[in-house]
């Protein structure tokens, strides 16, 4: 695991913008696992910035994004559909084709979810993982008490999420308590893995994710077993772990062939 922290969340995002252009210029068609919520927002912006300047291509590029909430149809502003297109897919040139979100409206759940995976395994695996963390250390939407290994399936949000998430609902409780989200085991298999943190409310989770033990309590603790897990963070995010400095000293003495963030 590689713990990188910078000033800022405008800094982190230019960062990883260029990352994924690298990649993007290695491999045309690349598969990117997309993440909601305001975390990715910057990054979004940073990529369509770098589309508009003709500087990336994702005309072969395929995304499938981590979740959804179970019962809003796609024009819902809360859905992750509308998120996505409102964001980053209908500004840059890819082919919806190619843009991949768990179906909301699936009547047969558990056929759509081994459907989500077999799509995901056809597109040869996700290259690039994007992941954004819950307060309670969930990614995607697998709660704490997520099984490490669970794939694509329906789960019900903790409070704590629903009230985290109900600022951007305009009614607060029509938060759904239903989502389909990949799971941990179907993240695992990325081949790389980007998580990002910014602000004060993520600290917590981060230390818990990054420094504390590896449990379901914490769902994101998984990423530890992960061989190219790439942990992004702001100063805020970052301010309660223990080993920060070495985390820097890594970072400034970086081998110089190695490719990264
Ligand atoms: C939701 C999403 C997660 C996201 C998390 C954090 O619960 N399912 O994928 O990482 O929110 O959201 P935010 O970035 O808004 O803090």
Redesign the pocket.
């Known amino acids: 695991m590689e713990v990188i922290i910078f000033k800022d969340q405008q800094t982190a995002s230019k960062k990883i913008s260029a990352f994924i252009k690298a990649k993007l210029q290695k491999k045309k068609g690349l598969v990117l696992g997309m993440?909601?919520?305001?975390?990715p927002l910057n990054l979004y912006e940073e990529l369509i910035k770098k589309y508009e300047k003709g500087m990336m291509d994702f005309k072969d590029v395929s995304t499938f994004n981590?979740?959804e909430y179970y019962g809003l149809n796609s024009e819902d502003k809360n859905s992750y559909c509308y998120y996505m297109r409102e964001n980053l897919l209908k500004k840059i040139n890819i082919d919806q084709e190619n843009c991949h979100i768990p179906n909301a409206n699936s009547q047969d759940v558990p056929a759509h979810c081994l459907q989500y995976e077999q799509k995901i395994r056809e597109k040869g695996g996700i290259d690039i993982q994007i992941?954004?963390?819950?307060s309670e250390g969930?990614?995607?939407?697998n709660e704490p008490a997520s099984s490490l290994v669970s794939r694509t399936r329906m789960k019900t949000l903790t409070q704590q999420?629903i009230k985290?998430?109900s600022i951007y609902f305009d009614d607060k409780k029509s938060v759904p308590i239903h989502v389909i989200t990949m799971g941990l085991g179907t993240i695992m298999e990325a081949k790389e893995i980007l998580l990002m943190a910014f602000g004060d409310s993520k600290s917590e989770a981060i230390l818990n994710t990054v420094e504390g033990p590896l449990t379901s309590m914490v769902p994101a603790s998984i990423l530890q077993m992960h061989p190219k897990a790439t942990i992004v963070l702001d100063e805020k995010a970052a301010k309660q772990l223990k080993r920060r400095e070495y985390y820097q000293w890594v970072y400034n003495n970086r081998p110089s062939w190695q490719i990264g963030i």
């Open positions: 993440a909601t919520g305001k975390t981590l979740d992941l954004g963390i819950g969930h990614i995607g939407f999420t985290d998430n």
